[in-house]
T-cell receptor, first 108, second 115 residues
């Protein structure tokens, strides 16, 4: 059973476009993290959101935690080729539950 | 400070052989996690340690998999009688428990190929 579902699974866009990645669950989490992973490397933590309804901005990235703390979204403005990678959400409970991943390709 | 390190970075082994993967967590991190990742996929939880204890072993795929952690630091993941379906990247992460919020820091992974 996959606790966290991400959509879309694959995304290929042109440089300069905006995009949103979704992370959905029927479970409540005490916190939720977003990671980016590049080929051959481990995931790198981008942000942690804790409070329902919380919005965090990291340069061109905006992260939102749902009011019920069951879902989250990642919005990227004016995507750049350097944003290419696998984006993973992870909910914190008794352990970390990772989402299915979204593979993003930004074409120059 | 140093991050999470894993060794070896790559391991090629023949089917049926045993392999041992090592993880050195960030100094002072009490929790340590092992995951498995197939090409381009999300992470499959295997096991985690709090100190030297493993409260949750539910993710280990079979009894061929085992893990230990000594001194609250280094951990080894052992796979006995490897099978081709064990081929994957094995990732280790550590975290420092801080109330209800804890964040994982990952190592670069060990790519295991079983031929």
């Amino acid at each position: 059973t996959q606790l966290l579902e991400q959509s879309p699974q694959f995304l290929s866009i042109q440089e300069g476009e905006n995009l949103t990645v979704y992370c959905n669950s029927s479970s409540v989490f005490s916190s939720l993290q977003w990671y980016r992973q590049e080929p051959g490397e481990g995931p790198v933590l981008l942000v942690t959101v804790v409070t329902g309804g919380e919005v965090k901005k990291l340069k061109r990235l905006t992260f939102q935690f749902g009011d019920a703390r069951k879902d989250s979204s990642l919005h990227i403005t004016a995507a750049q080729p350097g944003d290419t990678g696998l984006y993973l959400c992870a909910g914190a409970g008794n352990q970390f539950y990772f989402g299915t991943g979204t593979s993003l390709t930004v074409i120059p | 400070g140093a991050g999470v390190s894993q060794s070896p970075s790559n391991k090629v082994t023949e089917k049926g052989k045993d392999v041992e993967l090592r993880c050195d967590p960030i100094s002072g991190h009490t929790a340590l996690y092992w995951y498995r990742q197939s090409l381009g996929q999300g992470l499959e939880f295997l096991i985690y340690f709090q100190g030297n204890s493993a409260p949750d072993k539910s993710g280990l795929p079979s009894d061929r998999f085992s893990a230990e952690r000594t001194g609250g630091s280094v951990s080894t993941l052992t796979i006995q009688r490897t099978q081709q379906e064990d081929s994957a990247v094995y990732l280790c992460a550590s975290s420092l428990w801080e109330g209800d919020v804890y964040e994982q820091y990952f190592g670069p992974g060990t790519r295991l190929t079983v031929t």
